[in-house]
């Protein structure tokens, strides 16, 4: 029986970002289930452009410490840019001030101690402790941005996927910023380029970390309506 708007609005309003998770591994059908959830996003004249390498096991812990000595020695090789003050100094940076406070607020760290914070932006590469992580790889096609507009919709699914099962992620920025040491573990060409990866598994309900719920803008902020009547009137 097709999910009901119920069941699908609990879904999503539900879905959050798990930053600890439990070690144990997920079942082979699980991941294959949450796959072929995925493969059914839209894309861009269908071309499906995605490539996903799925880590776990002994090569996940190899990755891992080959992405920490990596940030150790600041190899940074992103294949896309990132840099806070491309936000500029409204609202985009606003927003990503408050989720960074939200998150080491929960996790009891003060804005003063930075040695913390860097310490706890380095679990990133240790995947939060999920025993997966989903590498999202791209194509070259352009500019990239329909391309990357495609990924961002298979990934929806993917963390949705999760959410339906009772499972958790977390998709990472981080990740995708030491691009070529992803592609030299995992012998993976360079045509094929690191968009962030999503690190999954069963969210440890104990870790204060998975207590908080990232806060929305209210839909005015970012809705326009043209002759659509009634749509944001207050409830």
Not at 4 to 23: K, M, N
Not at 48 to 66: C, F, M, N, Y
Not at 80 to 102: V, W
Not at 152 to 157: I, K, R, V
């Amino acid at each position: 029986m097709p999910p009901t708007a119920t069941s699908f609005t609990d879904i999503a309003r539900s879905r959050r970002s798990v930053r600890r998770f439990l070690p144990d591994p997920l079942s082979p059908t699980v991941i294959r289930g949450v796959l072929e959830d995925a493969q059914t996003a839209p894309s861009n004249c269908n071309v499906q452009p995605w490539t996903v390498h799925i880590v776990s096991g002994a090569v996940r812990d190899t990755l891992s410490k080959e992405l920490l000595k990596a940030d150790e020695e600041e190899l940074v090789s992103s294949d896309f840019t990132f840099d806070y003050a491309d936000f500029g100094e409204g609202t985009y940076l606003e927003r990503a001030h408050s989720q960074a406070a939200t998150v080491y607020q929960a996790m009891g760290i003060p804005r003063s101690d930075r040695t913390a914070r860097k310490t706890a932006a380095r679990e990133n590469l240790n995947f939060y402790g999920a025993p997966h992580v989903a590498f999202l790889f791209m194509p070259a096609f352009g500019d990239g941005v329909r391309v990357a507009g495609d990924i961002g919709m298979y990934a929806q699914n993917f963390l949705l996927s999760l959410t339906a099962r009772g499972l958790g992620g977390v998709p990472q920025t981080m990740l995708g910023l030491y691009a070529d040491t992803v592609r030299e573990v995992l012998d993976i060409p360079q045509d094929l380029k690191l968009l962030f990866g999503i690190s999954f598994g069963t969210a440890d309900q104990t870790a204060s970390i998975n207590s908080f719920r990232m806060g929305r803008v209210p839909l005015e902020q970012n809705v326009v309506l043209h002759e659509t009547p009634g749509v944001l009137d207050k409830r």
